[in-house]
């Protein structure tokens, strides 16, 4: 057998044109449109490179190694491959003739310094006070869902709310492709795994999902939610599985719940659709939104509580904690903007002190600005 070693060396000899911006750390993403066009993402903004493949061969040649080091196949009736690469970036190709023009690439890089909270409050992710909210809130076994566009952090971040689980909790973690670093003593970590290429030793989230409710877990935490499994985790959300964290594509809060609920659907359960919204809204206890702003930086624009479902409106209830209200553009080319609360106190204040835990003044003291401002009208 093949040293791993010599394995890596041997597969990153095949990628020596891209090899530069795996080792460079300011490099967070690297998309390969065919062998001759390669872009790199720093700091959230897109570069052409001078980087070439020498034919459209050659990156083939790159790509089946890449398949062969994760144990998978690629040719043209398999024409997708989702991985991982000796230093854990995430690869994703689709070959021809699913991508007519040729290989289509895309390698997600992650840092290796993790971002705690700390540095995500000097970045302007967040500021002080909704740290200590999201404090407060995961360490009150609220469920809470990081939603966001592609890019935008939602990894990062939820690795980041991990570090406010009380130490000595038990933590199972699910994923498609190990990405999660989650900043606690006790994780269990279980990883998918598709079928082999007879169609053997298939390894679903769902299945996942059915052994982890045997495996004593205090939180679950799915790194993202895409398919029927939503509802699997909604109804662990309902049943006493308290503090469950995960993650999912949407734009904006409400989006989020429609999503979920679009992919609770998916799930071969057949449930009315009346009482599966009333579970999804009985479940999720927060939304934690994120964006990739036009300046390229990772901002939280929303901390919202979800209430409940309406059954005469039809229509999911929720109230924003915290709301990033932006200011213009700056004399870099920078957004301009603030994450402040709304002077709004949450419903699930009373679950945060029977857990010993509160809000932060700041929020305290917007309540009353917001309060006295309404009186004044």
């Not at 169609?199 to 935490?221: E, Q, W």
């Not at 999912?248 to 989006?255: C, E, K, S």
């Not at 699930?348 to 857990?355: E, K, N, S, V």
């Amino acid at each position: 057998m093949i040293p791993r070693e010599v394995f890596e060396e041997t597969l990153l000899h095949f990628f020596a044109p891209i090899r530069p911006f795996l080792e460079d750390p300011s490099v967070s993403d690297i998309m390969i449109n065919g062998p001759g066009q390669i872009y790199v993402e720093r700091r959230g903004l897109l570069f052409l490179t001078e980087a070439r493949f020498e034919s459209q061969e050659a990156l083939m040649a790159a790509l089946r190694n890449a398949a062969q080091f994760v144990g998978k196949h690629i040719d043209e009736f398999h024409p997708i491959l989702e991985g991982r690469l000796p230093d854990g970036s995430r690869i994703e190709a689709v070959l021809p003739p699913a991508a007519p023009d040729g290989p289509s690439v895309s390698i997600r890089r992650f840092s290796k310094e993790k971002l705690t909270v700390e540095r995500l409050v000097q970045f302007d992710a967040m500021t002080p006070e909704a740290a200590l909210t999201l404090r407060a809130l995961v360490a009150s076994k609220l469920n809470i869902v990081v939603a966001g566009g592609t890019g935008s952090g939602k990894t990062s971040m939820l690795n980041a709310l991990s570090s406010f689980v009380p130490e000595g909790e038990r933590v199972v973690v699910i994923e498609d492709s190990r990405e999660l670093s989650l900043q606690r003593e006790h994780v269990v970590q279980l990883e998918a795994r598709p079928p082999d290429p007879r169609g053997r030793g298939a390894v679903s989230i769902r299945d996942l999902f059915k052994a982890t409710l045997r495996l004593r877990p205090d939180r679950i935490v799915v790194g993202e939610i895409r398919s029927g499994e939503a509802l699997d985790l909604i109804q662990a959300m309902t049943s006493g599985h308290g503090g469950c964290l995960t993650t999912v594509h949407a734009t904006y809060p409400r989006d989020t719940l429609t999503r979920l609920e679009t992919m609770a659907m998916m799930s071969d359960v057949d449930m009315p659709l009346v009482a599966l919204r009333l579970q999804l809204a009985s479940g999720v206890n927060i939304l934690t939104q994120i964006s990739r702003l036009q300046d390229g930086t990772r901002k939280i624009t929303h901390i919202t509580e979800v209430l409940g479902f309406d059954l005469d409106s039809s229509s999911y209830v929720t109230q924003d904690l915290f709301v990033r209200t932006y200011q213009g553009i700056g004399p870099r080319g920078e957004v301009l903007s603030q994450l402040v609360p709304t002077g709004t106190l949450p419903r699930c204040l009373p679950q945060l002190q029977a857990h010993g835990t509160d809000l932060p003044p700041g929020v305290y003291k917007a309540a009353e600005q917001h309060g006295s401002s309404q009186g004044a009208g």
